[in-house]
Structures are given as C-alpha cells and as structure tokens.
C-alpha cells in the first residue's frame, strides 16, 4: 500500500518570491508520481509526472519538481510565483500498472499575495 | 473533445433521497474513477472501473453504488443519502497504454449537498 503526506497544508508567500511544496511517500514497489493543481471551483490539472529517468521533472507554469528516491520525497519548486498561482496542490502516486488509482496527498493550498 | 464531463454540476438532497451522478469521457479511455473530495482530506476513492462492465471497491465505497454499461460513461448512485456523503465528487479516466499512460484525467465535480 502506498501513503501520501504533504507536510505544508497552507503556504503563504508574496509574488515574485521562490516556493517549495513538500511531499513524502511510502510505498512497497516502485511508484509513478504526480503534481496536480486545482483552482478555485474547479477540477485538478495535472502540472507534471515523474514515470522514470530523469529525476528533475518539468511541468506547466515553470513548476518543477525532484524525485529523491533515498528520501522518498517528490517536493514541487517554483522559482517564481505569480498571483495567479493561487491555488490547492496535490501531490499523489501511483502503482507501476495502469489502471491503479491515485493515492492523493492531504493537499496544500498556495496564496500568494502582492 | 470535452474531455471528461460530470453531469449535474450542483445538487442539493434531503437525506433518503436517490440520486445519480452521470460521468462522461470522448477520449476512449479504458478506466475510470469515482473520488470524492472533502476538506482537509485530499481525494479518496470510491470506486473504479477497468472496462465496460467490470467496476471494484475503492477505499470509501460504502453507501455508493456504480455500473458502468458502456465504455464512455461510469454513473455513481447513492441509494439513500447521508448527510456525511456531503461533498465534492470527482470523475476522472486514464488510457490503457499510449499518450497519458498512467496519467488520469478529471472532471470539472458535482458539488453535492445533503441536508
């Protein structure tokens, strides 16, 4: 079975400023992992996805994100952040076979102010 | 393509009552997932789909019912409403193989209020 916790349930940080978004995992086998975002009234956007190689993963909006396998961490970066960041970040894994559902994180919500 | 959409947006049930929440996908996809989404609490799953006709427990299935007939759609029923079924429901759909592999796709919610 795999768990899911982020260690920030709420980040405040003023525009321009860098943030880092905490996520720690606990798994058995070998696991996917996912950053997504949801704004305000609305669905969950996937901004990036570790499968395999690289462990510095890219994603939508300038996030990034580093799969530490040693500590089992998964943090999201932005160097940075815009008003219109604001939003709830969730954090989640996977199994290595398709069709296994997310295990999402408590989530973290984001505001930043001017 | 629409993507995933969630049918109605916005419910409001006494306790007791019936309801059905209709999930729809354009993309083809083979699974499909019932979450729901409450504060503090990130999203659990309800229940999931591997294909047409095949549906499985997921970690908070009790009090919801779901039947999926044909490959795009993957409806969610709550026979007698409780007020803890309070929530914000979501769909989503992942590919058996190819592009988004892994990744899933989610609807916008059903925002549902049980008095």
């Known amino acids: 079975a795999q768990s899911v916790t982020q260690l920030d349930s709420q980040v405040p940080v003023f525009e321009e400023a860098p943030v880092e978004l905490r996520c720690n995992y606990s798994?058995?086998?070998?696991?996917?992992l996912f950053w997504y975002v949801q704004y305000p009234n609305q669905g969950l956007q996937l901004l990036l996805k570790?499968?395999?190689?690289?462990?510095l993963v890219k994603g939508i909006n300038g996030f990034e994100a580093e799969f530490n396998k040693s500590q089992t961490s998964f943090h999201l970066r932005k160097p940075s952040v815009h008003i219109s960041d604001t939003a709830e970040y969730f954090c989640?894994?996977?199994?290595?076979?398709?069709?296994?559902?997310?295990?999402f994180g408590k989530g973290t919500t984001l505001s930043v102010s001017s | 393509n629409a993507g995933v959409t969630q049918t109605p947006k916005f419910r409001v049930l006494k306790t007791g009552q019936s309801m059905t929440l209709l999930c729809a996908q354009d993309?083809?996809?083979?699974?499909m997932y019932w979450y729901r989404q409450d504060p503090g609490m990130g999203l659990r799953l309800i229940h999931y789909?591997?294909?047409?006709?095949?549906?499985a427990k997921g970690e908070v299935p009790d009090g919801y019912n779901v039947s999926r007939l044909k490959k795009q759609n993957f409806l969610l029923g709550l026979e007698s409403a409780a007020p803890s079924q309070t929530s914000v429901y979501f769909c989503?759909?992942?590919?058996?193989?190819?592009?988004?592999?892994?990744?899933?796709?989610f609807g916008p919610g059903t925002r549902l209020t049980v008095l």
């Open positions: 989503a759909s992942s590919p058996l193989a190819g592009v988004g592999y892994n990744e899933q796709f």
């Open positions: 798994s058995s086998v070998s696991v996917y």
């Open positions: 570790y499968l395999s190689g690289s462990t």
């Open positions: 989640a894994v996977s199994e290595k076979r398709a069709g296994t559902a997310l295990i």
């Open positions: 993309m083809n996809h083979e699974y």
């Open positions: 789909s591997v294909g047409e006709g095949t549906t």
